[in-house]
């Protein structure tokens, strides 16, 4: 499966944006190589350029979300357990975060390294209200990738490595923010 992800990568690489673009819409709904891989090649070759490819990276995969978002509804749970297979309880878990976070679980799938793609389709499914799903989508796919690129513009290719754990600790803030604001909004409610 490695070597599959590989070649796709490079076969994506060799498109330039062009295969940044699909790479970003496809990884939405389906399996494929996250589009992080070649954005940060990108950025590190031409690092003047790296904005420009983050939003090119944030409109592809924002679109296909919804892509996803169709799939999901038009084809509901039939379509999410042949993607998914393996991950049938993936669903479950779905629902249930989305029973107590709606966009928040769109937003933060879009922006960690979970999969989107369970999420886009999932929200489809479940039909989530599409503009709430879009926002979210488009806001934590932009965070992730706007990131990636700002990080790598200004500090280039020392700090490759860490962005995993750079991405990893501002999903932390981002968590722990949405549960504050949640418990205020949850506490004020009841006032």
């Excluded at 999969?115 to 389709?121: E, L, Q």
């Amino acid at each position: 499966m490695h070597e599959i992800f590989v070649s796709m990568n490079n076969w994506f690489q060799t498109m330039g944006v062009q295969g940044l673009a699909i790479n970003s819409c496809i990884e939405s709904f389906f399996l494929v190589p996250p589009p992080d891989f070649l954005l940060i090649a990108m950025d590190l070759a031409k690092p003047e350029k790296a904005l420009y490819y983050a939003t090119v990276c944030t409109i592809a995969s924002a679109l296909g979300g919804v892509i996803g978002y169709l799939i999901g509804l038009f084809g509901g749970r039939p379509v999410f357990n042949f993607l998914f297979r393996k991950k049938r309880d993936k669903l479950d878990a779905v629902e249930k975060m989305y029973a107590e976070y709606g966009s928040f679980a769109v937003f933060f799938s879009a922006f960690t390294p979970i999969p989107y793609k369970v999420f886009t389709i999932a929200s489809g499914i479940l039909k989530m209200n599409f503009i709430k799903f879009f926002i979210a989508s488009f806001l934590g796919r932009g965070a992730r990738f706007f990131l990636v690129s700002l990080v790598l513009m200004f500090f280039g290719e020392a700090v490759k490595k860490y962005l995993e754990l750079v991405i990893l600790a501002v999903s932390i803030v981002i968590v722990i923010f949405c549960v504050i604001v949640y418990k205020k909004v949850k506490h004020h409610g009841r006032d």
